[in-house]
């Protein structure tokens, strides 16, 4: 095994004078960032959260006009300078200028709204050199790229890189692609990876059925690349789709994948390069799958390198008891778990939110706080009905409930 990388040992250290002079108390507090009918938007889903190398924390999300996949959506970020207590107003922060089409998978559905620009799918990267790098799709058929300077109060004009998804081609015939969600990784070397899923769109809400990959960039985000078909669609691993990635301890590339399987669990890859050559695809069986979003982010904690991973806890089904195979389970139940052997074990979790709760992202800030972005509501929804900034430590996280 190689050693570890450079930069995670820098920041090891730098926690852990942190811990040891903290001595910190347990605490959990939460902080609603987007609720419904703010701004007239009536959904606000697929939260995403990073923190820049100043120390800015960045939470952003879809906001929805009606709440469906492929209705008017637009980008909104919210920035904070003190590591998630307050935050500055919600700014959009995607425009692609000129005329727009609507997928064709998207028209062949029910109640489209020819007229509906959907931008999809943010994904944002915070570089150690101060860059904010950020992919997003429109109308799940095409990807662009933009960065920021500033952390994220502007962004260059954007840029499309739809080509190079058309290698995949080879392998996978896609008419609907997607991004992500949530943030990704840059890599000990420099590489920017991101995760991607791609749908032949024939199926259910024309994201079905699926597979999943990741594209690359070696230049800052110059250019990207296709990397190989991390998960295929098979009898065993159904319709993989939205993932999160993580750099290990060795340098390679663990990708945690959602999928419609009937083991009920999160599907785990890995790659040397986060790119090619990977590995077969297992369950994990201390992540349960509840056919939802989830988040992961390396914890740097006391002289420990830790993994935390976040997701709706639950497998009882959204109608009562067990679910039919591939059909979704009740999302609720927002748990961040801890790893200590770079992902290979799960074994401790605490639960954020008991009741019902949605997608995920987590981060860490500059002095150890978990922030974990996450949807949740009063009832049950694929959603929720707002987007909640939960602020927790270490000691809480692996106190008794």
């Known amino acids: 095994m190689k ?25 959990l507090e939460k902080i609603d960032l987007f ?44 920035r904070s300078t003190d590591e998630g207590r307050t935050w500055d107003e919600p700014r959009k922060i995607v425009d692609v200028p000129g005329p727009k089409e609507k997928n064709p998978f998207a028209m062949a559905l029910k109640n489209t709204d020819p007229t509906d620009v959907t931008y999809n799918n943010p994904v944002l990267i915070a570089d150690r050199d101060g860059t904010v790098h950020m992919l997003f799709c429109l109308e799940y058929m095409r990807c ?76 800052q985000g110059k250019t990207w690349h296709a990397g190989d078909i991390a998960v295929p669609c098979t009898e065993e691993w159904i319709n993989p789709n939205e993932t999160v990635a993580v750099e290990l ?66 497998l009882e089904g959204g109608r009562g008891g ?25 074994p401790l979790k605490r639960s954020v939110e008991p009741g019902w709760s949605a997608y995920s992202d987590i981060a860490v800030t500059q002095s150890g706080t978990i922030l974990c972005f996450y949807g949740r509501g009063e009832k049950a929804s694929f959603a929720g009905d707002r987007l909640t900034v939960a602020r927790f430590n270490f000691e809480w996280l692996t106190s008794a409930p």
């Open 322 to 346: 067990e679910p039919e195979p591939g059909k979704s389970r009740a999302r609720k139940n927002m748990t961040v778990h801890l790893s200590r052997d770079e992902g290979k074990t799960w």
């Open 144 to 219: 662009f790229y933009q960065s920021s300077n500033d952390d994220g109060l502007t962004w260059s004009t954007p840029v499309e890189i739809t080509a190079a998804f058309e290698s995949f081609r080879k392998d996978y015939d896609w008419k609907v692609l997607a991004t992500g969600p949530n943030h990704s990784i840059q890599l000990a070397n420099g590489r920017l990876v991101v995760p991607v899923w791609l749908s032949t769109g024939t199926g259910g809400n024309a994201h079905r059925p699926s597979v999943t990959a990741t594209i690359y960039s070696d230049d």
């Open 249 to 314: 301890a060795d340098g390679s590339v663990m990708l945690n994948v959602r999928s419609e399987s009937k083991a009920h669990r999160r599907l785990v890859v890995t790659s040397s390069d986060g790119a090619t050559n990977w590995s077969q695809p297992h369950f994990q069986e201390e992540l349960v799958e509840p056919i939802c979003m989830g988040g992961i982010v390396r914890y740097e904690h006391d002289g420990q390198s830790l993994l935390l991973f976040s997701h709706p806890d639950n």
């Open 3 to 27: 050693m570890r990388f450079p930069h995670l040992v820098a920041a090891a250290m730098t926690l852990s004078i942190v811990s040891s002079l903290s001595a910190a108390e347990p605490f």
């Open 35 to 78: 609720e419904i009918g703010d701004l007239g938007y009536q959904r606000f889903h697929i939260p995403g959260i990073a923190v820049t190398a100043k120390g800015t924390v960045l939470a952003w999300c879809e906001a929805r006009e009606d709440g469906g996949d492929w209705d008017q959506i637009d980008i909104l970020l919210r």
